[in-house]
């Protein structure tokens, strides 16, 4: 069956433009202001129609935690982000017991083929354990370890296929063989909760990282020991062309002036917006506990109960192109291509861009980024 979208305003490969777009069989076939046959329409007339968002870590949403052994309960997690435009996500398993990582990650390999499953899960984004304890921010540092190889090689040889990315500091990685694995095994190494230097990044990108977990959250910056100073991982991120940038773009993680100065430095282009969710999003939490760690929630942020730091994001996707095109005065069509063709294209997915080939993953919104209908694989799934 031939499905119509009659649009005026279409955003894709960072343009504004109007047409109709064409799905079959999940795809689209093809996007023209041309009549051709068709069995189906959707108007979608005074809306915008972009690819579906892509949000590469999040941590739970609607009180749905993604470290969990319940696919069930991460199905539904997905399905509440999918209501706010997000049609892929890499659901992100913070630092555990390895045994518990492990689970969480073989349940997200189950959630990825469930039925109930709205959008698309990519694949699950660990967070840890390889991890700085310096730099741990809201992880518990008691599961942070430097890479052992008989925990992550029969990980990786079970359900590597579906683990999309990894964040792990690279400085405790000194021979850069645990980054090689990963990349080797096709998952997507990130420098993320790491002290790392200037060296140990450019090993790590000698081996295969990509990424910068959300650059200046827990991201090493200039030291100097006996006078000489030392770049960190930000300053190294602006330096190396291949790294891109992941940002967590809730406008209280970082401001926007200093998204504004990011941009600036990087480049919209190297630029990958990101929640980093908690399972708070979307809840009428106000104050609790997450695990031992006291909690409250003002400001549209989580943040510790002496308000001496923030414990959490609790964004969506639609509020991070609201920050992003509204407080950053970045174009509409730039923030919605940084949010699905950019990470579609890091994470080689045949997503992110509307035109022919390309998986059907649509979704609409009014000029507040309000997400009024959701289409994945070419049928509609959210409509308000």
Same mark, same amino acid.
């Given at each position: 069956?031939?499905?119509?979208?009659?649009?005026?305003? =279409?955003?894709?490969?960072?343009?504004?433009?109007?047409?109709?777009?064409?799905?079959?069989?999940?795809?689209?076939?093809?996007?023209? !202001?041309?009549?051709?046959?068709?069995?189906?329409?959707?108007?979608?007339?005074?809306?915008?129609?972009?690819?579906?968002?892509?949000?590469? %870590?999040?941590?739970?949403?609607?009180?749905?935690?993604?470290?969990?052994?319940?696919?069930?309960?991460?199905?539904?997690?997905?399905?509440? %982000?999918?209501?706010?435009?997000?049609?892929?996500?890499?659901?992100?398993?913070?630092?555990?017991?390895?045994?518990?990582?492990?689970?969480?990650?073989?349940?997200?390999?189950?959630?990825?083929?469930?039925?109930?499953?709205?959008?698309? =899960?990519?694949?699950?984004?660990?967070?840890?354990?390889?991890?700085?304890?310096?730099?741990?921010?809201?992880?518990?540092?008691?599961?942070?370890?430097?890479?052992?190889?008989?925990?992550?090689?029969?990980?990786?040889?079970?359900?590597?296929?579906?683990?999309?990315?990894?964040?792990?500091?690279?400085?405790?990685?000194?021979?850069?063989?645990?980054?090689?694995?990963?990349?080797?095994?096709?998952?997507?190494?990130?420098?993320?909760?790491?002290?790392?230097?200037?060296?140990?990044?450019?090993?790590? *990108?000698?081996?295969?990282?990509?990424?910068?977990?959300?650059?200046?959250?827990?991201?090493?910056?200039?030291?100097?020991?006996?006078?000489?100073?030392?770049?960190?991982?930000?300053?190294?991120?602006?330096?190396?062309?291949?790294?891109?940038?992941?940002?967590?773009?809730?406008?209280?993680?970082?401001?926007?002036?200093?998204?504004?100065?990011?941009?600036?430095?990087?480049?919209?282009?190297?630029?990958?917006?990101?929640?980093?969710?908690?399972?708070?999003?979307?809840?009428?939490?106000?104050?609790?506990?997450?695990?031992?760690?006291?909690?409250?929630?003002?400001?549209?942020?989580?943040?510790?109960?002496?308000?001496?730091?923030?414990?959490?994001?609790?964004?969506?996707?639609?509020?991070?192109?609201?920050?992003?095109?509204?407080?950053?005065?970045?174009?509409? !069509?730039?923030? *919605?291509?940084?949010?699905?063709?950019?990470?579609?294209?890091?994470?080689?997915?045949?997503?992110?861009?509307?035109?022919?080939?390309?998986?059907?993953?649509?979704?609409?919104?009014?000029?507040? =980024?309000?997400?009024?209908? *959701? =289409?994945?694989?070419?049928?509609?799934?959210?409509?308000?």
């Amino acid at each position: 069956m031939v499905t119509k979208l009659i649009c005026d305003k =279409i955003i894709s490969e960072g343009k504004i433009f109007k047409g109709n777009i064409y799905t079959e069989n999940g795809k689209i076939t093809c996007v023209s !202001e041309k009549d051709l046959p068709y069995d189906e329409t959707i108007d979608l007339c005074g809306l915008y129609v972009s690819p579906g968002f892509i949000d590469l %870590h999040t941590h739970g949403g609607m009180g749905f935690d993604f470290l969990s052994n319940d696919s069930d309960e991460i199905v539904k997690g997905c399905n509440f %982000h999918l209501t706010h435009g997000t049609t892929s996500i890499a659901p992100t398993v913070s630092a555990a017991p390895f045994e518990k990582m492990y689970a969480a990650a073989k349940a997200i390999s189950i959630a990825k083929d469930a039925p109930a499953l709205l959008g698309t =899960i990519i694949g699950s984004h660990l967070e840890g354990p390889y991890l700085s304890k310096n730099q741990c921010g809201a992880q518990c540092p008691d599961f942070i370890t430097p890479p052992i190889p008989a925990e992550y090689v029969p990980l990786v040889e079970e359900l590597g296929s579906s683990i999309a990315r990894w964040s792990y500091a690279p400085e405790n990685d000194a021979d850069g063989s645990f980054c090689k694995y990963i990349s080797q095994n096709g998952i997507v190494p990130s420098a993320g909760h790491t002290d790392a230097v200037y060296d140990d990044m450019t090993r790590a *990108v000698e081996n295969g990282c990509k990424t910068v977990t959300h650059l200046y959250s827990c991201t090493s910056t200039i030291t100097r020991k006996g006078g000489f100073r030392s770049l960190g991982v930000i300053e190294s991120a602006y330096l190396c062309d291949d790294l891109t940038c992941e940002i967590i773009a809730d406008g209280k993680h970082l401001p926007p002036d200093l998204i504004k100065l990011i941009v600036k430095i990087k480049g919209t282009e190297r630029i990958i917006p990101v929640t980093d969710s908690l399972s708070l999003a979307g809840t009428e939490a106000k104050h609790g506990f997450m695990g031992a760690t006291e909690y409250i929630i003002e400001d549209g942020v989580c943040k510790l109960c002496d308000r001496s730091a923030f414990a959490g994001s609790i964004a969506t996707a639609d509020v991070l192109i609201r920050v992003l095109t509204h407080e950053c005065e970045i174009p509409l !069509e730039t923030a *919605v291509k940084m949010m699905t063709e950019q990470p579609a294209t890091l994470m080689g997915l045949n997503k992110g861009v509307l035109k022919e080939g390309y998986d059907a993953d649509i979704i609409a919104f009014d000029e507040n =980024i309000n997400i009024k209908t *959701v =289409i994945t694989k070419g049928n509609k799934v959210y409509n308000v």
